[in-house]
């Protein structure tokens, strides 16, 4: 089986790495997506349709072109993988995490014990909870499984 999974949320550590190692250590025929994690670019992405006078514009134009390519790769994926940080709060997370939901599109969380409560609509609708990415590229394994 082959599977594509897209990988939402913190970008501010090397956990999507950390669950490609998994994967390929595993030999699971995965393709792995995401959206652009370099946090500058994300946040210039509509620089060039012309400079605005307030951040909320330059940030909803960008947040427009950067939704064309999050919304492409979650439809297309099989399954998402939706990583909660401990240092900022991830709203761009939750919102994937409340698109897939829509989708009916499955997507595992993963994040530590102590944001379980604000995390609780998010979790309920997810098909997993993991707290390590060993636990997630247990699941692609298990999922992957012949």
Not at 90 to 100: E, K, M, R, S, V
Not at 119 to 130: G, H, I, N, T
Request: charged content about 30%.
């Amino acid at each position: 089986m082959y599977f594509t999974a897209y990988l939402s949320g913190e970008i501010h550590t090397d956990w999507r790495e950390e669950i490609k190692r998994g994967a390929e250590a595993r030999g699971l025929k995965i393709e792995f997506t995401s959206a652009v994690t370099d946090h500058d670019a994300s946040d210039a992405a509509g620089d060039h349709l012309g400079a605005e006078d307030k951040a909320f514009w330059r940030d909803h134009k960008s947040a427009k072109v950067n939704a064309i390519r999050t919304k492409t790769l979650i439809e297309q994926s099989d399954l998402v993988v939706v990583r909660f940080g401990d240092k900022y709060k991830q709203w761009n997370a939750a919102f994937d995490a409340g698109y897939c939901a829509a989708l009916g599109k499955p997507y595992i969380t993963l994040h530590a014990e102590d944001i379980i409560h604000p995390l609780k609509e998010v979790d309920a609708a997810a098909m997993a909870w993991a707290t390590t990415t060993e636990q997630v590229v247990e699941i692609l394994s298990y999922v992957l499984r012949d």
